[in-house]
């Protein structure tokens, strides 16, 4: 089985198992609500949030593992960004200095 088809299911999986957890969880706190305990009302409604932010980032998952992936046109060590002057004379200072002997034999007195 490819790996892409792997990760999708891993995804399908993620959100059943989110759903079973915030629909076991609604379920309880109707009853519990409904038994007179007020503090499971707000559980009621929170619950159904939970359950639809599991659905939206199910979808997004599915969206991202299936959108091409686009090559990239810069590479690992160039970057696209214009020149910029003072950056380029402060890199220059830099590879100076690091050319520059250094006399690390001396100990301070």
């Given at each position: 089985?490819?790996?892409?088809?792997?990760?999708?299911?891993?995804?399908?999986?993620?959100?059943v198992f989110?759903e079973?957890?915030?629909?076991?969880?609604?379920?309880l706190e109707i009853?519990?609500?409904l038994?007179g305990?007020t503090?499971?009302?707000?559980?009621?409604?929170?619950?159904?949030?939970?359950?639809?932010y599991?659905l939206?980032?199910?979808?997004?998952?599915l969206?991202d593992?299936?959108a091409?992936?686009?090559?990239?046109?810069?590479t690992?060590n160039e970057?696209?960004?214009p020149d910029?002057?003072?950056l380029s004379a402060y890199?220059?200072?830099l590879n100076?200095?690091?050319?520059?002997?250094?006399d690390?034999?001396?100990t301070?007195?």
């Amino acid at each position: 089985m490819p790996e892409k088809t792997k990760r999708i299911l891993g995804i399908h999986a993620g959100l059943v198992f989110a759903e079973l957890v915030c629909v076991s969880a609604f379920t309880l706190e109707i009853g519990r609500a409904l038994a007179g305990n007020t503090l499971s009302w707000a559980y009621v409604f929170e619950w159904p949030v939970f359950a639809g932010y599991a659905l939206y980032v199910w979808r997004r998952l599915l969206k991202d593992e299936r959108a091409p992936i686009e090559p990239n046109d810069a590479t690992p060590n160039e970057t696209n960004e214009p020149d910029d002057p003072a950056l380029s004379a402060y890199n220059s200072y830099l590879n100076k200095m690091h050319a520059a002997p250094s006399d690390d034999t001396q100990t301070p007195s």
